[in-house]
């Protein structure tokens, strides 16, 4: 017998080679900038066995590898040339009191679903297919994050099998540097977590909103924007999406008529009144649910994007700049995420997550080979924090130690030394 028929002898889930009738399917990302990758070998794994099987292959063979839970990874991580282990079949949820034990192939309408039957839920982001373990190794920021902070504030423990072929528990007393290094610096870097227990919070009834400029005044939404949302109370998340048209949107925990008054402010402050869409008393997994098409990516044609962190508001020559050419092709986008609140009162250092005192997380996004990206990005970057968001991996980054990790990369490096001496797993940016 031959390794790979030993391996797929031993596996729970199965393995699946270029000549595998489904490989076509299962080789790919979600992401299509990557849909070209050939992985050598998938494993499905069923199992925290499979896992442990796949490594132990790799590194026996000398092959890369890499864990896939939703695949949305932007610059490609979770594809190789080697070995992909796809976790999508370890989606079990338990849900006991407050405690949710989450498998790490578990998407977000899955997690927001399942936590609902026992009212409750997470701070977590938008994307309905988005992984839960990609989502919170890296951060987490979503509509609730600035009452309950990040998806990885919520993270209590994980059970993560080692570069060595060990499975362990970590959480605050046991493997503590593991447990602080799995909170935000980015998933594929210390181990392969199998399963996620969350504390979550109860699940709030909210009141959504969506207000629409069709024809934006795109320069004063985005100065104005800057200066009110992130000082919204922490009950309230209003972000921005600007390009052809312009959306502001987000969920509200104050009830609808204090929401339609901050509201109506902010348009005031503009000039130009907006379609209005605001709707009171929306259970939290409903109003997730309603945000997917607006935050999924347009299906036709592939996208880039690239971000930043910025710590002020930005000045209005550099507004001018973001605004001036937004709207000139049709898939360029300007996304305002609002931070502040609960993101910022963890200390820097308590988590591998570094970006505490943010004001707001700036996207650009566009067609892949839009100049317009890079030469706008560039603008901005200057101005910015000069930080970045683990969970926004961008491939051209300069000096992105600093930028994804800030003061924690050093405890990070002595983290990867301790977990992961050989660099298992291995890519370009990881720590
Ligand atoms: C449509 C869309 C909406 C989004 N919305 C939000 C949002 O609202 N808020 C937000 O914060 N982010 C958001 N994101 C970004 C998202 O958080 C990242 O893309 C995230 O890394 C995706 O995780 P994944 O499991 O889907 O991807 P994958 O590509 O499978 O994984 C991402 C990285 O984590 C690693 N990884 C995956 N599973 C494991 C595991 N079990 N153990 C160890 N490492 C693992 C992978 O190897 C890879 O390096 C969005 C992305 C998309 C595409």
Redesign the pocket.
């Known amino acids: 017998m031959n390794d790979l028929a030993r391996l797929r002898a031993r596996l729970d889930g199965d393995l699946v080679t270029p000549d595998h009738p489904e490989y076509d399917t299962v080789r790919r990302?979600?992401?299509p900038l990557y849909q070209d990758a050939r992985p050598a070998l998938v494993i499905r794994c069923r199992s925290e066995t499979d896992v442990a099987l796949g490594i132990e292959h790799a590194r026996r063979t000398g092959t890369t590898v890499?864990?896939?839970?939703?695949?949305?990874?932007?610059a490609g991580?979770?594809s190789t040339s080697g070995i992909v282990l796809d976790?999508a079949a370890l989606d079990g949820i338990a849900v006991s009191g407050s405690c949710a034990v989450i498998g790490?192939g578990a998407r977000l309408a899955e997690v927001y679903t399942a936590l609902h039957a026992h009212g409750r839920t997470i701070p977590a982001?938008?994307?309905a297919t988005?992984?839960i373990?990609?989502?919170a190794?890296?951060?987490?920021?979503?509509l609730l994050g600035r009452v309950h902070g990040l998806t990885a504030d919520r993270l209590t423990g994980a059970r993560v099998v080692l570069a060595d072929g060990r499975t362990v528990d970590c959480d605050a007393e046991r493997e503590p540097d593991l447990f602080w290094a799995l909170r935000g610096a980015?998933?594929?870097q210390f181990?392969?977590?199998?399963s996620l227990t969350f504390d979550t919070v109860p699940e709030p009834v909210a009141t959504r909103f969506e207000l629409r400029w069709r024809r934006p005044p795109v320069a004063d939404l985005l100065a104005a924007w800057q200066d009110w949302a992130p000082d919204l109370p922490d009950a309230v998340t209003a972000d921005l999406t600007a390009g052809e048209e312009a959306v502001l949107f987000g969920a509200s925990l104050l009830g609808e008529a204090p929401t339609r008054e901050l509201l109506q402010g902010f348009c005031d402050s503009i000039g130009v009144m907006p379609e209005t869409d605001v709707r009171g008393g929306m259970a939290y997994h409903r109003l997730k649910r309603s945000f997917e098409a607006l935050?999924?990516?347009p299906s036709e044609g592939i996208l880039r994007s690239r971000s930043m962190f910025f710590a002020q508001a930005a000045r209005p020559d550099t507004i001018k700049a973001l605004a001036a050419d937004l709207a000139a092709a049709p898939r360029r986008r300007c996304h305002l995420t609002a931070m502040g609140g609960a993101y910022n009162r963890v200390p820097e250092a308590a988590t591998a997550f570094a970006h505490r005192g943010e004001r707001f997380l700036l996207q650009l996004a566009a067609s892949a080979g839009d100049p317009w990206l890079d030469r706008t990005w560039e603008a901005a970057y200057a101005e910015s924090s000069q930080r970045v968001y683990p969970?926004?991996p961008d491939p051209q980054l300069r000096e992105w130690e600093s930028a994804y990790h800030g003061p924690n990369l050093a405890r990070l490096q002595a983290v990867k030394r301790a977990y992961d001496p050989d660099r298992c797993f291995d890519f370009p940016q990881s720590v």
């Open positions: 990302p979600a992401d890499v864990p896939r839970g939703g695949g949305h990874c932007f991580r979770s976790l790490a982001g938008c994307g988005v992984g373990a990609g989502l190794l890296g951060g987490g920021i979503g980015g998933g594929g181990g392969v977590v199998v935050d999924s990516a969970n926004f």
